[in-house]
C-alpha cells in the first residue's frame, strides 16, 4: 500500500504565494507520475499540475503561469508552488501519485486526503 501525505495548505491573501508538499511513503518500486488536482466547492475535480518521472509537465488551463510543480525523486516528494493566488483558486488540493509496487511489480494508484487552500479576496 502506498500513502499519500500532503502539506502546506493554509489561508492566504489574494495575490500571495503558498508552497504544497506531498511525500509517498510505502513498498515503491518506481513512481511514473506524480499529479495535483483540485477541487472547488460545487465543482468537478481538475488538473492542477502534473510531472513525470523524467521531468515532463503539464498545467491545467486555468494555473498555467502561476503554478510549478517540482519533484524530488530520491524522496518521492512533489511540490506545487502556487503563485499570484486569485480568490478563484480556493479548493481542496489533491496529490495523486502512479507507480509501481515493490513486491509485485503491479501498477498503483494512489490518492492523498486533500489540502486545503482558501484565498481571502
Known amino acids: 500500500q502506498v500513502q499519500l501525505v500532503e502539506s502546506g495548505g493554509g489561508l492566504v491573501q489574494a495575490g500571495g504565494s503558498l508552497r504544497l508538499s506531498c511525500v509517498a511513503f510505502?513498498?515503491?518500486?518506481?513512481?511514473?507520475?506524480m499529479t495535483w488536482y483540485r477541487q472547488a466547492p460545487g465543482k468537478q475535480r481538475e488538473l492542477g499540475a502534473r510531472?513525470?518521472?523524467?521531468?515532463?509537465?503539464n498545467y491545467g488551463d486555468s494555473v498555467k503561469g502561476r503554478l510549478t510543480i517540482s519533484e524530488d525523486n530520491a524522496k518521492n516528494t512533489v511540490y506545487l508552488q502556487m503563485n499570484r493566488l486569485k480568490a478563484e483558486d480556493t479548493a481542496v488540493y489533491y496529490c495523486?501519485?502512479?507507480?509501481?509496487?515493490?513486491?509485485?511489480?503491479?501498477?498503483?494508484?494512489?490518492w492523498g486526503q486533500g489540502a486545503q487552500v482558501t484565498v481571502s479576496a
Open positions: 495523486n501519485t502512479q507507480g509501481i509496487y515493490y513486491y509485485t511489480k503491479e501498477d498503483f494508484d494512489s
Open positions: 510531472i513525470t518521472s523524467g521531468g515532463a509537465t
Open positions: 510505502g513498498s515503491i518500486f518506481n513512481i511514473n507520475a
